[in-house]
């Protein structure tokens, strides 16, 4: 490994941002020779990463657990205390920072034992969570098979209890030990929920495994747009502007942004929020300005304008993929408009969305939606809302198939 690690960086393929390495005991050696084994690999590896993880958490190598207890894991970071503080030759490597990797399932007394060594033992953080050997309580026979299996389990189920892990060695150290928050993150806002139990870092495993290698993008762009909420509200202003504030975020993102809103009007602040977001606006404002081509149509309270809307159904048609779009939007529009009881509101971009006038109408549409087969990804029915208030507004106006922009002020 230190030769691939050694070839990696002499042929330029070393990353710009700190590389660590995870560090556990050989299945074969006995666990009475563990720190030898740890001490080892570190002596063999220092020059190649820059910073190292002591993994004495793994329930899948026998008895490696075993090696949290307060006085083999002191064994093992003596011995590579001993390694870092070696009179220092020409090219000896500098010190590197270890951190140590806890399980979710030790006690908090156990966890206390491990932090009393982090001083003496000048450890650098501390990785919380490993996997979990627990399963959670569950009557779904599939999910009972998979819990039957040995090893450690991964992911959601284990979020709640590393965070609280985070919390608990957070509130020990009083913030001042780094920790490294790890077990079942999957997007920003159980990132979030991590850094705010305690973490400086976060670490993403089985979340990459199912949303794929875009989940760091998302993550830190949901946390970026989180920050900046935080940033801009930290001093209570009496207005705040915010533009798109729902635009890519994922449902616990909008909650999070609605949440914050509505907290400020309760408190007497304003804000003016721009948005093409309908949902997100009848979600946040009280009065909303229907802008349209630069001009302001209507100001008006939410209350208001919703009531003023039909109360009559609307269904949307996604149609096609991206090939076959352009024509099947055609072909079913025309479907569409054919029936009776339906009036066709608009037909562009794969979506057709036409109004119910009559409630009995809705089976004939999805027999015409059936019959029309794969063509048509989904059918949604909806309670008219700002986008049908929007497009009366702009159709008065005598303009042709807009957007649906909206912006609402809450308080
Ligand atoms: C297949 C698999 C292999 C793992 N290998 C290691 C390992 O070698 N060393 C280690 O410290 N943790 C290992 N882990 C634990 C993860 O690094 C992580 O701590 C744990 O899975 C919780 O995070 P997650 O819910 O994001 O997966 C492994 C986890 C999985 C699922």
């Given amino acids: 490994m230190a030769q691939t690690l050694a070839q990696w960086k002499k042929a330029g393929l070393w990353p710009a941002h700190p590389v660590g390495l995870n560090l556990g005991k050989s299945k074969s050696t006995p666990l009475a020779r563990a720190a030898e084994d740890y001490a080892n690999s570190f002596r063999l590896l220092r020059p190649h990463a820059d910073f190292f993880v002591v993994n004495v958490s793994s329930p899948n190598t026998p008895n490696l657990r075993q090696l949290q207890d307060k006085a083999a894991l002191d064994e093992i970071l003596a011995a590579l205390q001993q390694i870092q503080q070696a009179p220092a030759s020409a090219n000896a490597p500098p010190p590197r920072p270890i951190l140590v990797k806890v399980a979710p399932d ?61 919390r608990h060695l957070c509130r020990q150290t009083r913030g001042a030990l780094p920790i490294i928050g790890v077990g079942g993150i ?161 037909a562009a971009g794969g979506l057709v969305i036409a109004e119910l006038e009559e409630d009995a109408a809705l089976s004939d549409l999805v027999a015409a939606a059936d019959a029309i087969g794969s063509g048509v990804r989904s059918l949604e029915v909806r309670r008219p809302d700002l986008r049908e208030c929007f497009h009366a507004l702009v159709g008065r106006d005598g303009e042709a198939e807009p957007p649906a922009p909206a912006s609402g002020g809450a308080r």
């Avoid at 156990?110 to 627990?134: K, S, W, Y």
């Avoid at 089985?206 to 830190?220: A, H, L």
Wanted: glycine share 8%; aromatic share 4%; net charge neutral.
């Fill in 186 to 346: 999957f997007n920003a806002a159980d990132a979030w929920e991590k850094i705010t139990a305690g973490a400086s870092l976060v670490q993403v495993y089985t979340g990459m495994i199912y949303e794929g290698p875009s989940i760091n993008r998302q993550i830190v762009n949901g946390l970026r747009r989180r920050l900046a909420l935080a940033q801009a509200l930290a001093h209570r202003p009496a207005l705040s502007l915010f533009d798109e504030p729902s635009a890519g975020l994922d449902p616990d993102g909008v909650a999070v942004i609605t949440a914050a809103l509505r907290a400020r009007a309760l408190a007497g602040q304003s804000s003016v929020v721009a948005s093409n977001d309908p949902e997100f606006v009848a979600g946040v404002a009280d009065r909303v300005a229907m802008l349209h081509q630069g001009r302001c149509l209507r100001v008006a309270p939410l209350e208001e304008l919703l009531a003023e809307v039909p109360r009559r159904r609307i269904v949307e048609l996604r149609v096609g993929d991206e090939g076959a779009q352009a024509a099947l939007t055609v072909a079913v529009a025309e479907r569409v408009a054919s029936l009776p009881g339906i009036r066709l509101v608009s």
């Fill in 106 to 166: 030790l006690s908090f007394e156990a966890l206390d034992e491990i932090l009393e060594l982090t001083g003496p033992r000048h450890v650098a953080g501390i990785v919380a969570t490993n996997t979990t050997i627990t399963r959670p309580d569950t009557s779904d026979p599939q999910l009972r098979r998979v819990y039957a299996a040995s090893g450690g389990l991964s992911g959601r189920p284990l979020c709640a209890r590393s965070t609280e892990i985070v």
